[in-house]
Each structure stands twice: as C-alpha cells, then as structure tokens.
T-cell receptor, first 109, second 114 residues
C-alpha cells in the first residue's frame, strides 16, 4: 500500500529552527509537495521537490532523498504565524497526490 | 486575481437532506478535484476530472456525486448526508502539462450535519 508518515505534532520556539520529517512509500514517484494549512483554512503550496537535494525559498527549505524515501521541511527564524499544520504529499505514478495526515506545529513565544 | 472559489464557506444541513457544494475557478485549469478533510486528518480524494473525464475513487460512497458542466465549474452533491459526512470539503485545480502538477485549493466549505 501507499503510505506517508510524518510526526503528528511538534513544538518550537519563536526565532528558532524546526525540521519536519516525512517518509513515504508510494507506487511510483513524480515529486513531493509540502503544503501549509492554518486551522480551518485550505492548504497553501510551499514547495516541490522532484530531484534529490535541497530547495531553498526564503525562510523555508525542503530536502528530498528519493533513495531513502525521505524529505524534510526546514523552517528558520520561526514566527508565531508559522503555527499551522504542514502536510507532506507525494505524487504517485498516476499523478495522484498521496497525502500525509500533517504535522501540527506549535510555536511558543 | 486568478483563483478557486467555493460557495458557501459554511453549510449547515439536516441529516438526510440533500446538499450541493459549488466550486468555480478562473485559472482555466483542466483538472478539478474534490477532497474531504476531517479534523487532523489528511485530505481524502473523492473525485477528480481530467477535462470532462470523471474519475471516482474506489472508496468514495455512492452518496457522493459530482458534476462538471463546464471547465470553470464543478459541483459536489451529497444525496443523503449523514453525521459522518460533517467535514471540510476542499476543491482544487491543476494542469496536466508542463511537468509540474501543483494543486491550487479553494478556501473550502465546512459542512455541518444536524
């Protein structure tokens, strides 16, 4: 079966750095997405990785290792507004997104 | 701005009373999706359309139907809502060319069943 695993919840301090991990087992691979979802709102796109390595976009970076079925999202200089759920999703061989349940990130002052 | 619009944002219906949720897009994307998302869970794909071609997920209950009368609009019909159908319903769009298939989401409709 297809499976995406990520921690249920993480806590970090404002101004710090946090890494959210995601491991996956899917039928084929056409890229990995990270989305941010604030409570009661729709997911918004953060990043896309299809090749191994690190993609940096401002305070957010995303890393992919296809051989290990592993990705992480790195958030730097955390702000209170970063409190949200972060969803990892993998596009399978049928170009369908397989979603993780999300990691709820709690930022403390 | 190009966007995905969902109406209404909040919908309350009675147990067993049919309800229709709507989605429209100005992105001119050829693919549209309906997801159901319950609290602290992953979005669950219900249906998607590649242009006019309808694709029903195997585990989507028969109680859920969808219509896409044209490129811009898509509807989700719940024929007899049960208490377990209370959830956030998300509409999303994407394109199938260019090798990058980011999905753009509407704001969602939160359905309450009483």
């Amino acid at each position: 079966g297809q499976n995406i695993d990520q921690p249920t919840e993480m806590t970090a301090t404002e101004g710090a750095i946090v890494q959210i991990n995601c491991t996956y087992q899917t039928s084929g691979f056409n890229g990995l997405f990270w989305y941010q979802q604030h409570a009661g709102e729709a997911p918004t796109f953060l990043s896309y990785n299809v090749l191994d390595g690190l993609e940096e976009k401002g305070r957010f970076s995303s890393f992919l290792s296809r051989s290990k079925g592993y990705s992480y999202l790195l958030l730097k200089e955390l702000q209170m507004k970063d409190s949200a759920s972060y969803l990892c999703a993998v596009m399978d061989s049928n170009y369908q997104l397989i979603w993780g349940a999300g990691t709820k990130l709690i930022i403390k002052p | 701005d190009a966007m995905v619009i969902q109406n209404p944002r909040y919908q309350v219906t009675q147990f067993g009373k049919p309800v229709t949720l709507s989605c429209s897009q100005t992105l001119n994307h050829n693919v549209m999706y309906w997801y159901q998302q319950k609290s602290s869970q992953a979005p669950k794909l219900l249906f998607h359309y590649y242009d006019k071609d309808f694709n029903n997920e195997a585990d989507t209950p028969d109680n859920f139907q969808s219509r896409r009368p044209n490129t811009s609009f898509c509807f989700l019909d719940i024929r007899s809502p049960g208490l377990g159908d209370a959830a956030m319903y998300l509409c999303a769009t994407s394109v199938t060319s260019g090798g990058f298939y980011e999905q753009y989401f509407g704001p969602g409709t939160r359905l309450t069943v009483t």
